[in-house]
């Protein structure tokens, strides 16, 4: 079973549509992760949710917009894509005190 | 968080132990020291971590000096595997989850 797992692997959309990236977990961790991996291969981190609730929140555009609907899941929804949106997006969990974050295998979001 | 410095990239011969310097000088005390890997198109994966004392896994050890300005995290007999980015990250462990900022890292190159 994965652990971390995105879907979809692979998003090819244009310019000022609306999309979104699901992420779920089978590790019964509290605290998920969205990262961002921008074309010269920086990770950043967008949020954090901790128990469905909001922790850590970057500077990131109000056109991203993270849902919780469980601890098992947190999706990112996109509005009116940009072009520099266009990059690999990771979701990751971990068991709250605990550093070990696992990795979800990326979404490579591409924006024409 | 502190910020990190590492070689851009490393060689090591397949068999042979590869030692991955970090500094890590403004280092504060609640502060540990992360290491994660990315192989190449895959998400990150967690190494090791440590905050004082010296720390090993099945994976690697991590060396942390005294003053703990710099580690080295050492892969005792590279394989071909190990060839990925490694990433060296300074983060307090908070209770919503951590917030890893990752740099450039180093890119281990194992060889035959």
């Known amino acids: 079973d994965t652990a971390v797992s995105q879907t979809p692997k692979y998003l090819v959309t244009q310019m000022g549509n609306d999309k979104s990236i699901k992420c779920e977990q089978n590790l019964g961790h509290d605290t998920m992760y969205w990262y961002k991996q921008d074309s010269k291969k920086f990770l950043k981190i967008m949020f954090s949710y901790n128990n469905k609730e909001l922790i850590i929140n970057e500077t990131v555009p109000n056109r991203f917009s993270p849902k919780s609907p469980d601890k098992a899941h947190l999706n990112l929804h996109i509005n009116s894509l940009e072009l520099g949106d266009s990059a690999v997006y990771f979701c990751?969990?971990?068991?709250?005190?605990?550093?070990?974050?696992?990795f979800g295998q990326g979404t490579r979001l591409t924006v024409v | 968080d502190a910020k990190t410095t590492q070689p851009t990239s490393m060689d090591c011969a397949e068999g042979r132990a590869a030692n991955l310097p970090c500094n890590h000088s403004t280092i504060s005390g609640n502060e540990y020291v992360y290491w994660y890997r990315q192989i190449h198109s895959q998400g990150p994966q967690y190494i090791i971590h440590?905050?004082?004392n010296n720390e090993t896994n099945e994976m690697a050890s991590l060396i942390i000096t005294e003053d703990r300005k710099s580690s080295t995290l050492i892969l005792p007999h590279a394989t071909l595997r190990d060839t990925a980015v490694y990433y060296c990250i300074v983060s307090v462990l908070t209770g919503g989850g951590n917030k890893l900022t990752f740099g450039t890292g180093t890119q281990l190159k194992v060889e035959l």
């Open positions: 990751a969990s971990s068991p709250g005190h605990f550093p070990e974050a696992f």
């Open positions: 440590g905050l004082k």
